[in-house]
């Protein structure tokens, strides 16, 4: 173990003690604390968002990895270095998707058409088990409608988000005549 050479840090973390006190895990808990601080800083805080199942399987991954540290499960120090790897693993994966939207696509996915022209695109919303009802509750909260036949372009991110972009409207045009031989004019509304 990285820690049988500190005596001191042997006793505060309880090292190869078995069971752990209660203030070996608290102090354990405030050094994990500290570390994935460090870890989330590293990683840029991509993970703390709504992103790609890249980033959610790294939180999910990191919490499990952190927590058996704190347990004692695992060895302490070495629990954190896997943890490091972990980050930096995350962090050239996202590196490698950015160059290459071949790789991005391998770990992060692709978006999917759900509406086309006002059109429900019902091959992709099978394909993504998302009901009539969930779309029309994302057009809800993404552009203030709940027809179709209003979005000009509607996808499934990446991230799992629906984002809609509605259609433009035909321009209303107003003629409005002055005077008897007088010139019509005409007024176009957006």
């Not at 994935?36 to 939180?59: M, P, S, T």
């Not at 490698?96 to 429900?120: E, T, W, Y």
């Not at 099978?126 to 029309?136: N, P, R, V």
């Not at 209303?172 to 005077?179: A, K, R, S, W």
Request: charged share 20%.
């Amino acid at each position: 173990m990285i820690g049988e050479n500190w005596p001191v840090v042997n006793v505060f973390l309880g090292l190869g003690q078995d069971p752990l006190t209660l203030w070996h895990m608290a102090a354990r808990t405030f050094i994990v604390y500290l570390a994935a601080i460090i870890l989330v800083r590293l990683g840029e805080k991509r993970f703390l968002g709504k992103y790609a199942a890249l980033d959610v399987i790294l939180g999910f991954a990191l919490g499990s990895i952190l927590s058996s540290a704190v347990t004692g499960s695992s060895a302490f120090f070495e629990t954190l270095g896997a943890s490091l790897v972990l980050v930096l693993l995350h962090w050239l994966f996202a590196v490698l998707a950015f160059h290459s939207d071949r790789f991005g696509d391998l770990v992060k996915g692709n978006k999917r058409m759900l509406i086309k022209d006002g059109q429900i695109q019902w091959d992709a919303m099978q394909a993504t088990h998302i009901s009539e009802k969930d779309l029309l509750a994302a057009l809800r909260t993404a552009v203030q409608t709940e027809d179709p036949q209003q979005i000009k372009i509607a996808h499934l991110e990446r991230s799992g988000d629906i984002s809609a972009i509605p259609r433009q409207g035909e321009p209303q045009i107003i003629e409005v005549q002055v005077e008897n031989g007088v010139q019509v004019v005409r007024i176009k509304m957006d």
